[in-house]
């Protein structure tokens, strides 16, 4: 069943390797299939080194398992209720990058002060709140998802297709799961050059925001122009 995907989700899981945006097992990439509405989604701690696209775990938007001999990965709840909120979106990501999660753990949006970042993400990237005690003891990993959703209720999730969890770390999305570690890559080196940037002039303002449009709308919507 979804072979094709299984392959292609396994691809993009290695990308997080190669990216090094992952350290042991510590990251998972998942796509949906909107046809049937069945996701795959790596499977929970297994070396990259030794998975295989037969490892690969199909899910249902309820999280049960449709086919696969092993555990979906233990953010699969979280992914769920991406899909179910950002219905234009058909990949995540969720890795623990040190940049990107330094920024995390800290509690703090990371601002946009330059044009790489204002290329891809519109804004600052948003770190959203602490769950509950309640949240974190019952349906953790589902609640981290609804509260990204909260978040993003009445937001463009397209324009920003990323955000921290506050003492956590980074998730991404985009239209398939390569698109989705495109924008992991993209954060965590806004997210290391904003570091660098207020180590090197800790009263550093943001990047106007008519640069900052320029650059956003130059390769996005309906007006861009940037590329071939």
């Known amino acids: 069943m979804l ?4 392959e292609k989700v396994y691809k993009a899981n ?10 042991f097992t510590w990251g998972n990439v998942s796509e949906i299939d909107r046809e049937t509405g069945y996701i795959v989604i790596k499977p929970s701690g297994v070396d990259y080194n030794k998975m295989t696209a037969y490892d690969m775990v199909v899910v249902d938007l309820d999280g ?3 086919e696969g001999n092993l555990k979906p990965s233990s953010d699969t709840p979280t992914h769920i209720e991406l899909y179910k909120a950002f219905k234009e979106i058909g990949g995540v990501v969720h890795t623990h990058s040190p940049f990107a999660t330094s920024w995390a753990q ?3 949006n990371i601002p946009c002060y330059g044009t790489t970042h204002a290329d891809y993400m519109y804004g600052d990237i948003p770190c959203v709140r602490n769950l509950t005690e309640k949240e974190i003891e019952e349906n953790y990993e589902k609640n981290t998802g609804v509260i990204i959703a909260e978040y993003f209720k009445d937001k463009d999730y397209v324009s920003m297709p990323a955000v921290l969890c506050k003492n956590h770390g980074p998730f991404t ?3 398939d799961g390569f698109d989705a570690v495109h924008n992991a890559v993209v954060l965590e080196e806004v997210a290391k050059m904003a570091l660098n940037t207020e180590v090197i002039m800790p009263s550093v303002e ?10 956003y709308y130059r ?3 309906e007006n861009a122009y940037y590329g071939q």
């Open 106 to 108: 800290s509690g703090r």
């Open 206 to 215: 943001r990047a106007p925001r008519n640069l900052q449009d320029k650059h």
């Open 3 to 6: 072979e094709a995907l299984k």
């Open 64 to 66: 049960n398992v449709v």
């Open 14 to 23: 290695m990308e997080l390797s190669k990216h090094k945006l992952i350290t």
């Open 173 to 175: 999305w985009g239209k």
């Open 219 to 221: 390769k996005h919507g």
